[in-house]
């Protein structure tokens, strides 16, 4: 159990990393973007739920017309 803790430990902390200040002008260009227009995903969203009746998820489509 104790080597299983500190296999898992080790493999958690691997994934951290620093970003040299150099590098942060790739990180901001839009293609690295999660959500290039927040407000185009966030009225997609509201639609989504709208049909759905749930939150969460956001995957899979949904019945209904949406006209809250």
Known sequence: MRVFAIITIVVLASGCAQVKPWERGNLSQEVMAWQIDPLKSSLDNHVYFSKEGSS?????????????
């Open 56 to 68: 969460g998820g956001g995957q899979a489509a949904g019945g209904g017309c949406g006209c809250n």
